[in-house]
């Protein structure tokens, strides 16, 4: 079945130090969407991207979409201790399905 | 509107027992997601409601689960004789489909652990 994957599985950083979160579909996706979760909370929407080669930012949040529209990336620029968190991506499952697939997060970690 | 709410937050329960969680949708959101979620794990995917119509259902969903939206509104999720494997998070999520667009709201979950 379709999956998608998530790498890296978790990241240490210094505040002020950059954040990179990949994302990769075995299959074509229609859209692609970020989440984030904070320890013991619920995923929250950060953004939707639906266009091959989509770039999209939010503050010091930088979204990508893969021209094949098979992957994506999140960049975070000079993290914050507030970043901390789990972010997943998640692509809709093929066909004219809600079935909407969830990789396994990158879960972030910032020192202060 | 307050957003998507889930009841209880935390339950536990003896292997065996039947258990009852219920999601309070977005009012306008037609559609109505469940999902599980363990430690260290992505949601899964269990089951969505499109308005009262239940219109698919994860293969990982064994019988011993059911869920309903009687009246396109709330929605119940239903896990008999519960198994210690039945222990996770329980999430749900609404959202207003128009086209290819669309963005799920999460509740806070509800917490389960079978003893």
């Known amino acids: 079945g379709q999956q998608v994957m998530q790498i890296p599985q978790y990241q240490h950083v210094q505040e002020g130090e950059d954040f990179t979160t990949y994302c990769n579909s075995s299959?074509?996706?229609?859209?692609i969407q970020w989440y984030k979760q904070r320890p013991g909370g619920h995923p929250v929407f950060l953004i939707q991207l639906v266009k091959s080669g989509e770039v999209k930012k939010q503050k010091r949040l930088t979204f990508q979409f893969g021209e094949a529209k098979k992957n994506s990336s999140l960049h975070i620029t000079a993290t914050q201790t507030t970043d901390v968190g789990t972010y997943f991506c998640a692509g809709f499952g093929s066909g004219n399905t809600g079935k909407l697939i969830f990789g396994q997060g990158t879960t972030l970690q910032v020192k202060p | 509107d307050t957003g998507v709410s889930q009841d209880p937050r935390h339950k536990i329960t003896k292997r065996g027992q039947n258990v009852t969680f219920r999601c309070d949708p977005i009012s306008e959101h037609n559609r109505l997601y469940w999902y599980r979620q363990t430690l260290g794990q992505g949601p899964e995917f269990l089951t969505y409601f499109q308005n009262e119509a239940q219109l698919e259902k994860s293969r990982l969903l064994s019988d011993r689960f059911s869920a309903e939206r009687p009246k396109g509104s709330f929605s119940t999720l239903e896990i008999q004789r519960t198994e210690q494997g039945d222990s996770a998070m329980y999430l749900c999520?609404?959202?207003?489909?128009?086209?290819?667009?669309?963005?799920?709201?999460f509740g806070p979950g509800t917490r389960l652990l079978v003893l």
């Open positions: 299959t074509t996706l229609s859209n």
């Open positions: 999520a609404s959202s207003l489909r128009t086209g290819s667009r669309e963005t799920q709201y």
